[in-house]
């Protein structure tokens, strides 16, 4: 059987969606691994926007640097799993790792795959001119957009924001950390490691031993150094 990594990834708004979900995306992943001959060799996810960039996805990171010592292929189910912007999926076949589609099929050119990023990427940008267009036309109309009596309230979302994004933050580096942990990495090496995979803490500051610590003991993520 051919060998391959798997990677699957979900922002949090997305996490119920059928389909979308890690679980469904296992599920594609696991269908087309049986009907084409792979062996998936080791499983990386990430809770994230498709929008950040590898070095803020760890598991994507991971997941490179897993199949570029394996050279084998990185399995996804879509590919709106690795980003829908063309810029990003042509940064990633940059890198002369492989990514195989399994919605689209395992032969897929990579050329296609440059083609359907950037219709993905256009889709994305109709949608946002589409909601631009109709709050301009709501703001002609008289429409007061937004609330400006609710300000305290509107803060203290801000901050559950923050607190969730923060928790959401050390939920996608954890995994990571607690596979170098197995590895026999002690918290230093574990540091070390993250920076060179140019990994950011929370605050896109420095890991050190101390940041790693407390993502292992704590719901809280990395502070890091500024």
């Given at each position: 059987?051919?060998?391959?990594?798997?990677?699957r990834?979900?922002?949090?708004?997305e996490?119920?969606?059928s389909?979308?979900?890690?679980?469904?995306?296992?599920?594609?992943?696991?269908?087309?691994?049986?009907?084409e001959?792979?062996?998936?060799?080791?499983?990386?996810?990430?809770?994230?926007?498709?929008?950040?960039p590898?070095?803020?996805r760890?598991?994507?990171?991971?997941?490179?640097?897993?199949?570029?010592?394996?050279r084998?292929?990185?399995i996804v189910?879509k590919?709106?799993?690795?980003s829908r912007?063309?810029?990003?999926?042509?940064?990633?076949?940059a890198?002369?790792?492989?990514?195989?589609v399994?919605?689209?099929?395992?032969?897929?050119?990579?050329?296609?795959?440059?083609?359907?990023?950037a219709l993905?990427?256009?889709?994305?940008?109709?949608?946002?001119d589409?909601?631009?267009?109709?709050?301009?036309?709501?703001?002609?109309a008289?429409?007061?957009l937004?609330?400006?009596?609710?300000?305290?309230?509107a803060?203290?979302?801000?901050?559950?924001?923050?607190k969730?994004?923060?928790t959401?933050?050390?939920?996608?580096?954890?995994?990571e950390?607690?596979?170098?942990?197995?590895?026999?990495?002690?918290?230093n090496?574990?540091a070390?490691?993250?920076?060179?995979?140019r990994?950011?803490?929370?605050?896109?500051?420095?890991?050190?031993?101390?940041?790693?610590r407390?993502?292992?003991?704590?719901?809280?993520?990395?502070t890091g150094s500024?």
């Open positions: 059987m051919r060998q391959a990594v798997i990677y990834r979900v922002s949090t708004s996490q119920g969606k389909g979308l979900g890690l679980d469904g995306q296992a599920e594609a992943i696991a269908r087309f691994c049986a009907a001959g792979f062996e998936a060799l080791e499983d990386f996810q990430d809770v994230a926007s498709g929008k950040l590898v070095e803020a760890p598991g994507l990171a991971a997941a490179l640097e897993k199949a570029r010592k394996l084998c292929p990185i189910s590919l709106d799993r690795l912007d063309v810029a990003f999926i042509s940064g990633l076949m890198r002369n790792v492989p990514f195989i399994a919605e689209l099929g395992a032969d897929t050119d990579p050329f296609v795959l440059h083609l359907y990023a993905s990427e256009k889709e994305r940008r109709m949608i946002g589409r909601t631009k267009a109709a709050l301009a036309a709501k703001k002609a008289g429409a007061v937004g609330n400006r009596t609710n300000l305290p309230e803060r203290a979302k801000a901050s559950e924001a923050k969730a994004a923060a959401a933050f050390a939920e996608r580096v954890r995994p950390i607690e596979r170098m942990r197995a590895d026999g990495l002690n918290l090496a574990i070390t490691r993250l920076a060179a995979m990994v950011p803490t929370s605050r896109g500051g420095t890991w050190t031993a101390t940041a790693v407390r993502i292992i003991i704590s719901d809280l993520p990395s500024k």
